[in-house]
């Protein structure tokens, strides 16, 4: 390992890898970027946080979740969700909801304004990516779907937390 004031090892530069010198691997990480900046002004819109934004997603994209699940996916403590939730909650993004069958399970659950109000400013962003989508024909789709599969198999499979990431380090 080098100290702060050595230079970096140039085997360990990622400037220096495939990748970085392949255009799609460059449009991957456009993407990326743009992606976080597009939750950046999107947290800044709903007055939120990063994490927050995240937690705003799921249950945007898959409904209400109990707090544990969304722990999970976040990779943040149950104490860390409940702070998460309570600042949402205080934003009036999300709502609490008891069970009715069993009052210890509770749900998070977004609100439906908030939910609109997310969608009104990601609106043109999907509006494009509509049309982009659309423009494919059957074997191009069929080529791109395959890719981003792939690509996403990768993300879930070496992403710290992931059964395989997990597995292979309790191998090392």
């Known amino acids: 390992m080098t100290s702060p004031s050595s230079p970096p090892d140039p085997s360990e530069d990622p400037r220096n890898l495939q990748i970085a010198s392949d255009v799609v691997g460059q449009q991957l990480q456009q993407i990326a970027i743009l992606t976080r900046k597009a939750a950046s002004h999107l947290g800044a819109v709903l007055g939120i946080n990063q994490t927050d934004v995240a937690a705003l997603e799921h249950l945007i994209a898959d409904g209400p979740l109990p707090p544990t699940e969304l722990a999970v996916r976040l990779s943040v403590t149950t104490a860390g969700i ?85 597995s292979e380090n309790r191998g090392a």
Not at 92 to 106: L, T, Y
Not at 119 to 125: E, G, L, Q, S
Not at 151 to 161: A, C, D, F, H, S
């Open 82 to 166: 409940t702070q998460v939730i309570d600042r949402l909650e205080r934003a009036g993004h999300v709502v609490r909801e008891r069970q009715i069958n069993d009052k210890r399970r509770v749900l998070v659950c977004p609100v439906p304004e908030s939910v609109a109000q997310a969608y009104r400013h990601i609106a043109p962003m999907l509006d494009g990516l509509s049309a982009v989508l659309g423009a494919l024909d059957g074997e191009d789709r069929a080529v791109v779907e395959a890719f981003l599969g792939q690509v996403i198999e990768v993300y879930r499979t070496t992403l710290p937390g992931s059964a395989v990431a997990m």
